[in-house]
């Protein structure tokens, strides 16, 4: 019996682990993917610059260090575990996941993101046979384009970022959106600016197969209701969005107040059961700052929750680290290390 089960390992949840410790709660942290990261996972290099008070990292870099931060206390970590449902018990709650493990805990933080996450495929007769070559819905890997043209299919924050990393890496950089792009303004802005080719209001309509019949040698783009503009390429990158499957929420016996896919929550993480808290992109409430700032201040706003549910007696608010005595030690070794 835990005193709080954390669902999701993504920046909330792996942020939400720590604190717990630092709050002194036992944790339980599960996961569904195999590895701890969440969204950020599937950008292994883009730079992250808006992380307070972190120089840019790559999402590799910004992932080793949630993780690590996360294990500060030793927590109870389930990886390729996925939930069930959520029932209420006499003394709490029980997570029943779909291999048949059940795990109690006084508090549930629900910090699941989106859920689990799934590239929205290209709706283009044919696709599928390209995507062990050169059709891709995450880029692993930079070098993988370089002096390479390649053609970006969308045009939200993913899309246009990806275009402003590739820009000096491959030979040439297409963005082909069915509207205007979407992404926050300044990173739009220089997109617009630099020498990648924005083709608005187009869309693939066609893969031109080159003669192995396993690689795309051209792109056939709609535009309006006028087809037939042939782009050569090497590579196509497909940023189209996420399939989001929050089932064990949708299934769930609890009287759960959701909205959009969202749980309903006030600033603190409380919902509409008392016990279970919200923190990151699954919880909306007023004020919500949808950036990794959010993520780890909903965590932290969860976690002072639950804490306080546990033990009415406890403090509102956690100590900041510098003042905390559990890492008097660490503190020293790190010193004598010389890593601060």
């Known amino acids: 019996m835990k005193d709080v089960t954390i669902i999701g390992g993504g920046p909330a949840g792996l942020y939400a682990t720590f604190y717990s410790g630092l709050r002194g709660m036992s944790v339980t942290l599960i996961e569904a993917q195999a590895q701890l990261g969440g969204k950020v996972r599937l950008y292994p290099e883009k730079v992250i610059w808006d992380a307070g008070g972190m120089p840019p990292l790559s999402g590799e870099d910004f992932c080793a260090g949630l993780v690590r931060q996360g294990r500060t206390f030793d927590p109870e970590v389930h990886l390729e575990t996925i939930v069930a449902d959520i029932k209420q018990t006499e003394n709490g709650f029980e997570v029943l996941t779909e291999g048949g493990s059940s795990f109690e805990s006084s508090t549930v933080i629900v910090a699941a993101g989106g859920g689990i996450i799934t590239p929205q495929r290209l709706e283009v007769e044919g696709a599928e046979r390209f995507d062990m070559t050169n059709l891709h819905y995450t880029a692993q890997g930079l070098e993988t384009f370089r002096d390479k043209t390649v053609l970006i299919s969308g045009g939200g924050n993913t899309a246009v970022d990806w275009a402003n990393e590739l820009e000096g890496i491959a030979a040439n950089v297409i963005i082909s959106c069915r509207s205007a792009l979407k992404g926050h303004e300044a990173v739009v802005e220089k997109v617009m600016c630099s020498t990648v080719d924005c083709m608005l209001q187009t869309s693939i309509q066609r893969l031109i ?5 396993t690689r795309i040698k051209q792109v ?31 299934g769930t016996s609890l009287a759960l107040e959701m909205e959009e896919q969202r749980i309903t929550a006030a600033a603190n993480g409380a919902t509409s059961v008392p016990g279970l808290f919200a923190a990151g992109d699954v919880a909306l409430h007023p004020g919500k700052i949808n950036l990794l700032a959010g993520a780890f201040h909903d965590a932290a706003n969860a976690v002072n929750a639950a804490k306080t549910y546990v033990d009415p007696e406890a403090a509102a608010s956690g100590m900041v680290s510098s003042h905390h005595s559990g890492f008097a030690e660490r503190n020293e070794a790190l010193k004598k290390a010389g890593q601060v």
């Open 220 to 250: 056939e783009l709609q535009c309006g209701l006028d087809a037939g503009r042939i782009v050569d390429v090497d590579h196509v990158l497909v940023n189209h969005g996420y399939e989001r499957e929050l089932a064990f929420l949708n």
């Open 209 to 213: 197969a080159d003669e192995s019949g």
